[in-house]
């Protein structure tokens, strides 16, 4: 019998973790404050990577730390005492992709469960007995595979659990192996500092007239030569479960928690509605596309999925202010529930982006029970009548149509 995989969903900090299993994730990787790639991403310090454990394992679910540094000498000792600490504080199991990093992992905690991050770039069965001889016990593979061959991996290689992306940025470059952002800001995507160079508009300068762009376009929006659609494979979720695929990874550690809800809670029902009835999930999947729009302002492609990458996985935009074209229009975040008190119907309601009384707004719920109403009545938390929330992350009081959950999304 095929198993259903694991949904995996970043979590930038603690709201977002809780967010992500509220809205249906089985586990959540995170980063701690040392040794993470993302190092722009809100990091967890050691006592916040505790709570988020204790919280994933009262939703039945599990935590991830990734410790995906490419280690020098002079941080094993530093390296040494992390890995404890994140023993001590319940983790699950170790993101790693440098060998050092797994040989000490093995050495100091032996029955760690470790998963070697995409950033080693796994691209065969080969690696994955590799990995597996090691005692590892899943591979995050390389992005740039193709079902068949995870196909051909997964009947190889049985023993190792294979994860695979499915939502979210691509880099131009071999996952985070580029040197762009370094070169161009001094912020190192191998640090997990990237600074986005590769969705910078271009244009060609000739070097004796400094201050002369010519512009070299693609279209007449600009040149975005290296700037990748975002993969999306909900369409092709059977294809994966199919192949083997023991968990499927959203990738965002630097997204809003509003995206970590929405894009976990699309997967989360693809996966189910697929397993409950394959029609079912074919009969829904147009409306898991407009969801997933909703979050986004990149076109979606497939990436390699199906052998090798067209020119059409690179977007001609920027981060663009308008939706691709066809798309539905995206959603802003304007409020996350802190509170509901059903006796007054009334909830109470952080400010994240501006909204005013009078707007028609959604509720993205994780009951499922979405729905939209004007905001006719909004106080601050001294009973003021207000028309907008004054200051940003201002707690306001807001008359709810129907019952709310703590950390349900309020958009437009
Ligand atoms: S600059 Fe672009 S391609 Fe390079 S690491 Fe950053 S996101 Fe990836």
Redesign the pocket.
Known sequence: MIKKPELVAPAGDFERLRAAFMFGATSCYLGGSEFSLRAHAKNFELENIKQAADFAHTMRGKVYVAVNVFAHNNEFERLYNYIIDLRQAGVDALIASDPGVINLIHEVLPDMDIHISTQANTHNYRAVSFWGKLGIKRVILARELSINEISEIHQREPSVELETFVHGAM???YS?R?L??LYMTGRS?NRGE?A???RYGYSLLEETRPGEYFPVEEDGRGTYI?NSKDLCLVQRLPELINAGVAAFKIEGRMKSMAYVAAVTRVYRDAIDDYFYDPELYRSNLPSYISELQKTSRREFTAGFFDGKLSADSISYDNDGAAPPEGSVARSDFCAVVKSYDKSTGCAIIEQRGKFSVGETLEFLTSSRSDFKQVIAGLSTMDGERVLHAPHPKQLLRLEVEYPVRELDILRR
Do not use: D, F, I
Request: hydrophobic share 40%.
């Open positions: 880099c131009a470059a985070g580029c762009l952002s995507a990237c986005h160079p590769c290296m």
